[in-house]
């Protein structure tokens, strides 16, 4: 079956623009997870989402960056005012429930800020 | 805080050598250990899970151990193969369910 996708897969923008970057999970997981991998700090957790509600947004670096998931499917990692330190890969991962299972990750999306 | 450590950062070795590849954390308390491969440009494949109650999970010419009491885990993989190169990274899920990973083991199999 279709795996975790992510768009765009390359996304290049100026800074001080918003960004906004989508995930879509494998059918019925119930569990999505967005994380970040930079050069300098390898890959981090930024939120965790269990149906539409987000019990875990502790990785979120700073009140720019926000995210939303709406019917309990696709969701959105929106940047605003994005800095240069925010470019790197940024991770969609689904699984089927949450605690115990396997983490399916997407292929990423690729950010620069110029 | 759980921290995560992978040595060595990286490795190389010649085709058909076995691969041994060293995870350490250092809280204990956790509620599983999966191991994944990335390639260059690409999203992370998942290769084992281990659950905490679990010693060990095998799959293929690859084998993960976890000794939860020592923060320790190492992925075994039998003869090594060119396609094998790859970075492989571990990562222990705790409470809150998010993922904390090591700084990855870059290897290269030489044909």
């Known amino acids: 079956g279709a795996g975790v996708s992510q768009s765009p897969s390359n996304k290049v923008t100026e800074k001080g623009k918003d960004v906004e970057l989508r995930c879509d999970p494998i059918?019925?997981?119930?569990?999505l997870y967005w994380y970040r991998q930079s050069l300098g700090q390898g890959l981090e957790f930024l939120i965790y989402f269990q149906g539409n509600s987000a019990p875990d947004k502790s990785g979120l670096p700073s009140d720019r960056f926000s995210a939303e998931r709406t019917g309990g499917s696709v969701s959105t990692l929106t940047i605003q005012r994005t800095q240069q330190e925010d470019s790197a890969v940024y991770l969609c991962a689904s699984s089927l429930q949450g605690r115990g299972d396997t983490q399916y990750f997407g292929p990423g999306t690729r950010l620069t800020v110029l | 805080k759980q921290e995560v450590t992978q040595i060595p950062a990286a490795l190389s070795v010649p085709e058909g050598e076995n691969l041994v590849l060293n995870c350490s954390f250092t809280d204990s308390a956790i509620y599983n250990l999966q191991w994944f491969r990335q390639d260059p440009g690409k999203g992370l494949t998942s290769l084992l899970l281990i659950q905490s109650s679990q010693r060990e999970q095998t799959s293929g010419r690859l084998n993960a151990s976890l000794d939860k009491s020592s923060g320790r885990s190492t992925l075994y993989i039998a003869a090594s193969q060119p396609g094998d190169s790859a970075t492989y990274l571990c990562?222990?899920?705790?409470?809150?369910?998010?993922?904390?990973f090591g700084g990855g083991t870059r290897v290269l199999v030489k044909p």
């Open positions: 059918s019925g997981h119930t569990a």
């Open positions: 990562a222990v899920k705790a409470a809150g369910n998010k993922l904390t």
